[in-house]
């Protein structure tokens, strides 16, 4: 994949050419200079926005706009790449009328495309705005086909820009903080290490805390607590210091489940393993299989999402999640199992699962 020559801009809302989908490099995006016409666009408007509920990404990429437009700001919508949530989603947004939509951090899933379209048809019949804003893999049916139906779009993979840095260099004020909070979203979304100490504890503790509110009662409730936190410049207090704290102390029992579960198999030259537990990090616990078992690819199922996650160092793990429906990036990905919630203590049901994943891997790589 050629993830950093170029991303897909569409632009049918300040260019008279609608429709047009073009090619730009993403180092290129900070210098489009949208800025002005956007800030004039959103801060005479009612905004929505819909954001990846389950990384530091979704929920600062929010943050980072409620900073600059907090009064416009008419609802705050989280989801994954479950169907249901999409579906969900429609009902939620029934009622938005001229309004802006902002979509921030989700990627375009082939299987979610009709939900998105009939999504979007009653959205513009009610004559809503909407922008889309990612950096995941898309399919060239996918671009063509949602920007035949939205405003702007920026998407495609990229190891430039998250989705914070587009929402910020593209929408938002510029300051210390959000310069800062941009930088430490890269680093964490693109798995690097920060520099100093402070802001590797933070990316840490953030996606523990974000775990921890999505796998408890009043999710979007919490997760819009967070997003609020986080653009008031607060990254630690109470309500983050329990979240984390809760994170830890289940982990625990969690991670002894996944040691007890953990297999490997071997497809060509490429050594794979697979763990099965419930509730820990998706990226802690892909790394922790990779590193224990010295694996090209690690593969987390999350008993409680009934979602598998997908690290890789070498093959392109998003192949697999492509194969099941699923998407992400290369080295970073995830699918929701088709079938129901794998029971943890049956080894007959874990291992079908392994075995299901290797031979979906024996013919891709």
């Known amino acids: 994949m050629e993830n950093n020559k170029y991303v897909f801009l569409a632009d049918n809302l300040f260019n008279s050419k609608k429709n047009k989908i073009i090619k730009i490099n993403p180092s290129k995006i900070k210098n489009l200079n949208f800025f002005p016409k956007f800030y004039a666009l959103l801060i005479k408007n009612k905004i929505n926005i819909v954001t990846h509920m389950a990384d530091f990404d979704g929920i600062g990429s929010a943050a980072i706009l409620i900073k600059t437009y907090g009064k416009n700001i008419e609802n705050l919508f989280f989801i994954d790449y479950k169907k249901k949530e999409?579906?969900?989603?429609?009902?939620?947004?029934?009622?938005?009328?001229?309004?802006?939509?902002?979509?921030?951090?989700?990627?375009?899933?082939?299987?979610?495309?009709?939900?998105?379209?009939?999504?979007?048809?009653?959205?513009?019949?009610?004559?809503?705005?909407?922008?889309?804003?990612?950096?995941?893999?898309?399919?060239?049916?996918?671009?063509?086909?949602?920007?035949?139906?939205?405003?702007?779009?920026?998407?495609?993979?990229?190891?430039?820009?998250?989705?914070?840095?587009?929402?910020?260099?593209?929408?938002?004020?510029?300051?210390?903080?959000?310069?800062?909070?941009?930088?430490?979203?890269?680093?964490?979304?693109?798995?690097?290490?920060?520099?100093?100490?402070?802001?590797?504890?933070?990316?840490?503790?953030?996606?523990?805390?974000?775990?921890?509110?999505?796998?408890?009662?009043?999710?979007?409730?919490n997760l819009k607590k967070l997003a609020n936190y986080i653009a008031g410049q607060e990254l630690e207090n109470e309500f983050i210091n329990n979240a984390y704290k809760k994170y830890l102390k289940a982990s625990k029992l969690n991670l002894k489940i996944l040691n007890k579960t953990i297999s490997t198999f071997n497809v060509k030259n490429y050594k794979f393993a697979i763990g099965f537990s419930k509730n820990l990090q998706a990226s802690f616990a892909c790394s922790y299989i990779l590193d224990k078992t010295k694996s090209d690819l690690s593969i987390f199922y999350n008993s409680a999402t009934n979602v598998f996650h997908l690290r890789s160092r070498g093959p392109e793990c998003i192949l697999i999640a492509k194969a099941m429906h699923g998407g992400g990036h290369p080295h970073a990905a995830a699918f929701e199992s088709a079938g129901k919630q794998i029971d943890l203590n049956n080894i007959i049901e874990i291992k079908k699962a392994v075995d299901q994943i290797k031979n979906i891997a024996e013919k891709i790589y």
């Not at 009902?91 to 979007?120: A, C, H, R």
């Not at 964490?188 to 796998?215: H, P, T």
């Open 86 to 221: 999409v579906q969900n989603l429609k009902s939620k947004m029934q009622n938005l009328k001229n309004s802006i939509i902002i979509i921030l951090d989700i990627g375009m899933n082939e299987d979610l495309l009709p939900d998105f379209i009939e999504i979007f048809a009653h959205l513009k019949k009610n004559k809503n705005t909407i922008i889309w804003l990612d950096h995941h893999e898309w399919s060239n049916n996918s671009v063509q086909k949602i920007s035949e139906r939205i405003d702007f779009l920026i998407c495609k993979e990229n190891k430039i820009n998250c989705a914070t840095e587009l929402a910020y260099s593209l929408l938002c004020k510029k300051d210390k903080f959000g310069d800062n909070l941009a930088d430490i979203i890269h680093i964490g979304d693109f798995n690097l290490r920060a520099r100093q100490k402070s802001r590797q504890e933070i990316i840490i503790k953030m996606a523990y805390v974000i775990n921890n509110i999505c796998s408890n009662k009043n999710r979007d409730i």
